[in-house]
């Protein structure tokens, strides 16, 4: 895999939109997700689209994917403290043992 | 409900120490993995195994070894612990005909002194 990156940190209002950023380098991608982690918690799987798919949205979550720029983007909608966390991007370039995962955007959600 | 479930959620242990992480999974998947977790580097893989038996090396596995003798066990095994192997470990289990599931133990937070 190659690397993946995102910004360490986003700090958000509640009732707001928080975007998270994420850039990766290998072209071959099939499949991208997007886990979140609570503290003292282990990764869970929130979304994920198709290598062939721009957009995909889901209740207050909507991921964007611009291949050609090779970057993905998560917005949740009317942020909520409960969205406090840390999110990672992932690719998956063959297989799911084939999977790098960014460095994770800590969220921080302001009431 | 699906369960990942690591053996301890801390260890404390002491620099060459011999160090067994268990991990059970309940879902009948075949690949296990093990990573782990360090603030600004995100995950890392360790090791993986796709089969009882079968494992491959991931990016990082100096230092670490692992143990598939049955398919709900995964051991992640560090021989001599040094204290740079201080870290979250998270274990991780998938299907092998989904690339979209994929479901992650709490993490054994380890402290080599």
């Known amino acids: 895999g190659e690397d993946v990156e995102q910004s360490l940190f986003l700090s958000v209002r509640e009732g707001d939109s928080s975007v998270i950023n994420c850039t990766y380098t290998d072209s071959s991608s099939t499949y991208l997700y997007w886990y979140k982690q609570e503290p003292g918690a282990g990764l869970q799987l929130l979304t994920y689209i198709f290598s062939n798919m721009d957009m995909k949205q889901d209740q207050r979550l909507t991921v964007l994917l611009n291949k050609k720029d090779k970057h993905l983007s998560l917005r949740i909608a009317d942020t909520q403290t409960g969205d406090s966390a840390i999110y990672f991007c992932?690719?998956?370039?063959?297989?799911?043992?084939?999977?790098?995962f960014g460095t994770g955007t800590k969220l921080q959600v302001i009431p | 409900d699906v369960k990942v479930t690591q053996s301890s959620r801390y260890l404390v242990k002491r620099t060459g120490e011999k160090v067994f992480l268990e991990c059970v999974q309940d879902m009948d998947h075949e690949n296990m993995f093990w990573y782990r977790q360090d603030p600004g580097l995100g995950l890392r893989l360790i090791y993986f195994s796709y089969d009882v038996k079968m494992k491959e090396k991931g990016d990082i596995p100096e230092g670490y070894s692992v143990s598939r003798e049955k398919k709900e066990r995964f051991s992640l095994i560090l021989e001599s612990a040094s204290t740079n192997q201080t870290s979250m470990y998270l274990c991780?289990?998938?299907?092998?005909?989904?690339?979209?599931?994929?479901?992650f133990g709490q993490g054994t937070r380890l402290t080599v002194v």
């Open positions: 991780a289990s998938s299907p092998s005909d989904r690339e979209t599931e994929a479901f």
């Open positions: 992932a690719e998956n370039y063959g297989g799911y043992q084939k999977v790098t």
